[in-house]
C-alpha cells in the first residue's frame, strides 16, 4: 500500500474545513440538504461554508453566491451542483486549496448517454491535472462519527470497528439501519459511486492502515483496475476480517450496475474464486452481510462446530437441527448422564432432553432452565451454544423475568467459555414488536449476537467458522 | 382412497359432541385448559362435556368425575389425561358411543423409553380392537374453523382454502401465526403427533376429499407406511396443490425427530425424489413454507418467468435482479421506446430507467408513479410485477399517500392482466413496525401476495413456477 494514497484520502475523512456547493437555500426538505443536516446534527468542529448562487442564509450560516467568494481556503466540499457544473466547480477549487470533492449528483456515465459519459470523463481528467481527489460522481460519500461526518442525520452517532466501502449509497444506509439495533458501529462508511477517482483499491488501502477498524465491508458492483484490487485485497485481509458482497452478478444484475454505477460485473463464479485465493469472505446479499458482520463483531472464535440448542418448541427443534446440520455444522446427542443430570428436577414428559433442548413447558421457571444452561454449558463436546426464543407467548408483564434469564445464561456460558447466540423470531405485529425490542436491546447491551432466523445465525456461523478454519489451513478442533 | 376411512375421519373435524377428559379444575392457567379456552372462544354449537376424577365446575359447566358419568353419548374425546390412563380412557369411550379420541398428552414412545414404547402400543392395539379411531398421542390435534374447533383461541375464526397436516403442534401453530397476517386462512390443521393409528396417509386422503379444501401443507417427520403414503400422495397430487416439509433430514434433525414423535427419517435426497415423482412441492423450511402458501393461494399464475422490479434503490435494484436471476426468474431489460415515454415526465437522473424501475426521487409524486406503473403493466415482455418499497423513510402521516399508490397499482396491473406481487421491509422498531403493519393490511385486503424479502419472493416464485412446470411438462411459455 502507498502511504501518499492514504495521505490524499486523509481530507475526505479528517477535512480541517468544509464548503457544500449547490445546498439548496429555500427548501429545507430538499435532498440537498441531507449533508448539512447531517454535518449539523453530529456537530461537525470544523469551518462550514455554504455555496449558492442565490445567496443568501441557512439557520444564521451565510450562503455564498460563489464559491471563490469564501474569505479561507477549504479542505474538503460535497457538492450536489447538477452533473454539468460539476467541472467548473474542479477548476474554482484550485484557487482554494481544496484537497478533495464529493459529487454527490448522479446524471453520469450511469444514464448511459454519452453526454454523462463524457462528463464523468472530464471529472477524471481534471482530478488528474489539478491534483484534486475526486470521490464519486453518484454517491453519499463519506459517514465517519470520530470525526462527526454523516450523509445522514439519524445514523448513530458513536463510532465502532466495521469499515464500510460500498459502491452504492442506497445499499451504504440500509447496511447501516440493518445493522444498527444489532449492536454495530462503524468507524468509515464510504458510499464512492461510480469512481472516476477514487475507486474501492483506494479506500481498502486507507481502510487496511486505519487504526479504528478491525472488520471491513465491501460492496461492489465493478472493479476499475482488477490487478490492483486482488493485490490490495490479499494484503489487507493479512490484517483484518474482511467480507465481500458483489452486486451484478447475474446477467440482469450486471444490467442493472451498469445502470446504477456505470459498473462491469463479473460472473458469480470468479468472484468466488477471488475471494477464496485473497483470504476473504464471500457473501450474496445484505442479509447475509449483516449476519456475517455481527458473529464476526460479537461471536468470540468457538473452537469447533459443535452446537447446544436450547429453546422452546418440540417441532422447531426438529427444523433447526436440520438447518445446522445442513450448514457443516453438528449438533451432538445429549450424552445419558447430563440427561439424567437434568431429569432430575425436569420432567421428561414434553421436555425433550436431547440435543435441542427443548424447555417449552417450563420456561417461566427461570431456576430449572438456569440449572440446565449450566449442565449444557459445562457439557464437553459442545463448542458454543444458541438459545433461542419466540416471545409470542409472554405477557409484556414477563419481560423482567425473560431479561433475568438473559442475565444468567450470559453468565455461565461465559464461566464456561462457550460462546453464546441468541437467535430470536421477530413479528409484524407492533404489540409483539415491542417486546422483541426491548429484549433486543438488552442482548445488544451484552454484546450478544443476535440473529433473526435459524437460517440466518447458521449460514453466518458457518461463513464465519469457515473463514477461520481456511486461515488456519484446517478444520477448527472438535476435540 | 377409502371412502370408510374418509368417513371414519368425520367425527374428528364435525362432532356432533366433544368430551374433554383430563381438563384441570382448580387451574385457569393450567396447559389441559388449552382446549376448553378455544371451543368456548369459537363458540362450539355442540354438547361440551367435561371429566376430571375431581369434579366441580368450570364456567358454569358441570365437570363429571368419571368418564362413564356423562349421561348422554359422546362422539369425539379430546384427552389430557396422564400416558398412564390412556389406555383406561379407550375401554371406557366403548361404553359411550365414542367414535374417535385425541390424545394430546406426551411421555410416550417419543420419551425413548421403554414405558413409553409400551403404553402407545396398547394405544393402537386398543384402537385396532374397539374400532375408536386414535389422534395422537402428543399432539395438538384439530383446528376447524367451519366446525368451531381450535386448540388455540387465538386462531383466525374465519376458514380459508389450505389445509395443514402437521405432526408437529409447534410447528402447526407457527405456520398459522406466519402467514395468518399474510391473509392465508384454514379449511383444516391437523397435528397428529406420534400417529400410533391415524397418520399423515389418512389425512391426506381426507384433505384431498375436502371440498373445502384447496391447496394443502404437510409437515412430517416420519412415515408409518412408505408405500402407502407414496400413493396417497400421487392421487392427492391430482386433485390439489400441495407442498411438503420433511423435518430430520440430517443425522441430527432425525434424532431430534426420534425425540420429538418417535418417528424414523430419511434422507434429504429421498425425499427430493419422492415429491418430483409425486408431482408436488418440496420445501425446506417453515419460512419457505409460508411463503409457497402465500404465492399459490394469492399469485395468479403467471405466462411465464419474467419480471418488471419496481421500486425505490438504486443499490437494491441490483441486488434484488440478482436475487431473481439466480433463482431462474428473468429480469428483462426496458426498451428504449418505454424508456423514452417514461422520460417523458420524469428526469433520468437519480430514477433507472431500466429493469428494476428505481423511482427513490419522485415516489411521493403518485401520478408519475402510477404512469410509470401504467406503461409497464402493458409491456408485453414482462409476465409479473414485484413492486418493493421500504416504509422506513415514510412518515406515519404519508401512510394515506402509500395507499392510494397501493390502489392505483393494483387497478393498473389488473386491469393488464399482469400478476403483481409486494415485497415490503420489515423493521424491528415499534414505530416503523406500526407502518408496515398498516401497510400489510392493506395488501392483504386486496388479496395481494406479500413478502418480506427479495430472495423469498423470489424463491418461493420460482418454486410455484416450476412446479406448474412440471405438471406442465414444458417451461411457461414466455412469447
Redesign the interface.
Known amino acids: 500500500m502507498s502511504h501518499g494514497s492514504n495521505a490524499s484520502l486523509q481530507p475526505l475523512f479528517y477535512p480541517s474545513s468544509i464548503a457544500l456547493a449547490g445546498v439548496t437555500v429555500g427548501n429545507p426538505e430538499h435532498?440537498t440538504r441531507t449533508f448539512l443536516d447531517g454535518l449539523l446534527e453530529f456537530q461537525f468542529e470544523g469551518p462550514l461554508y455554504l455555496v449558492n448562487p442565490r445567496g443568501g442564509e441557512i439557520g444564521g450560516i451565510k450562503v455564498y453566491r460563489r464559491f471563490t467568494d469564501i474569505p479561507q481556503d477549504v479542505d474538503y466540499v460535497i457538492s450536489t451542483v447538477p452533473?454539468k457544473a460539476a467541472p467548473g466547480l474542479i477548476e474554482e477549487c484550485t484557487h482554494k486549496g481544496v484537497k478533495a470533492v464529493h459529487f454527490c449528483?448522479?446524471?453520469f456515465s450511469?444514464?448511459g448517454?454519452q453526454e454523462g459519459a463524457r462528463l464523468e470523463a472530464q471529472l477524471a481528467d481534471l482530478s488528474r491535472k489539478t491534483g484534486i481527489r475526486v470521490l464519486g460522481p453518484n454517491c453519499m460519500g463519506i459517514y465517519c462519527p470520530e470525526s462527526r461526518m454523516s450523509f445522514n442525520a439519524d445514523f448513530p452517532k458513536e463510532g465502532g470497528t466495521v469499515g464500510f466501502i460500498?459502491?452504492?449509497?442506497?445499499?451504504?444506509g440500509?447496511l447501516i439501519?440493518r445493522v444498527m439495533?444489532r449492536g454495530i458501529r462503524f468507524s468509515k462508511v464510504i458510499s464512492y459511486g461510480n469512481a472516476c477517482d477514487l475507486n474501492e483499491s483506494d479506500f481498502l488501502e486507507y481502510l487496511a492502515a486505519d487504526p479504528q477498524t478491525e472488520i471491513i465491508g465491501l460492496?461492489v458492483?465493478g472493479i476499475k483496475d482488477g490487478r490492483r484490487f486482488r493485490q490490495t485485497l490479499r494484503r489487507a485481509a493479512k490484517k483484518k476480517d474482511i467480507i465481500l458482497?458483489k452486486?451484478?452478478?447475474?446477467?440482469?444484475?450486471a444490467?442493472?450496475?451498469a445502470?446504477?454505477?456505470g459498473a462491469l460485473a463479473g460472473s458469480?463464479v470468479i468472484w468466488d474464486s477471488l475471494c477464496k485465493h485473497a483470504g476473504i469472505m464471500h457473501v450474496?446479499?445484505?442479509?447475509e452481510l449483516a449476519d456475517s458482520l455481527v458473529t464476526l463483531r460479537f461471536m468470540p472464535t468457538p473452537r469447533g462446530r459443535r452446537v447446544a440448542l436450547i429453546g422452546a418448541?418440540?417441532?422447531?427443534?426438529?427444523?433447526i437441527?436440520?438447518?445446522?446440520?445442513?450448514r457443516g455444522l453438528?449438533?451432538?446427542?445429549l450424552p445419558r448422564e447430563l440427561r439424567d443430570l437434568i431429569g432430575e428436577f425436569t420432567p421428561?414428559?414434553?421436555n425433550?432432553l436431547?440435543?435441542?433442548i427443548?424447555y417449552?413447558?417450563n420456561w417461566k421457571e427461570p431456576e430449572k432452565l438456569l440449572r440446565t444452561v449450566r449442565i449444557i454449558s459445562q457439557w464437553e463436546e459442545i463448542d458454543f451454544i444458541i438459545w433461542f426464543l419466540d416471545l409470542?407467548w409472554a405477557e409484556l408483564s414477563e419481560m423482567d423475568l425473560i431479561h433475568e434469564i438473559v442475565n444468567g445464561i450470559l453468565t455461565q456460558s461465559r464461566a464456561a467459555s462457550k460462546p453464546i447466540a441468541i437467535v430470536v423470531r421477530?413479528h409484524?405485529?407492533?404489540e409483539q414488536?415491542?417486546k422483541?425490542?426491548s429484549f433486543?436491546q438488552q442482548c445488544v447491551s451484552f454484546e450478544l449476537p443476535i440473529y433473526?432466523?435459524f437460517?440466518s445465525a447458521a449460514n453466518a456461523i458457518n461463513l464465519v467458522l469457515s473463514h477461520h478454519e481456511r486461515r488456519l489451513g484446517k478444520p477448527l478442533s472438535e476435540a
Do not use: C, M
Not at 247 to 253: H, Q, V
Open positions: 435532498w452533473a449528483t448522479a446524471g450511469e444514464t448517454e460500498s459502491q452504492s449509497g442506497g445499499n451504504a440500509d439501519n439495533s460492496y458492483e458482497l452486486g451484478g452478478t447475474t446477467e440482469g444484475g444490467r442493472a450496475a445502470g446504477h454505477t458469480e450474496h446479499s445484505l442479509e418448541g418440540g417441532g422447531s427443534s426438529v427444523l437441527t436440520d438447518e445446522f446440520e445442513r453438528r449438533v451432538p446427542p421428561l414428559a414434553g425433550i436431547r440435543n435441542p427443548d417449552s413447558q409470542a421477530t409484524i405485529s407492533p414488536a415491542k422483541v425490542y433486543i433473526y432466523s437460517a
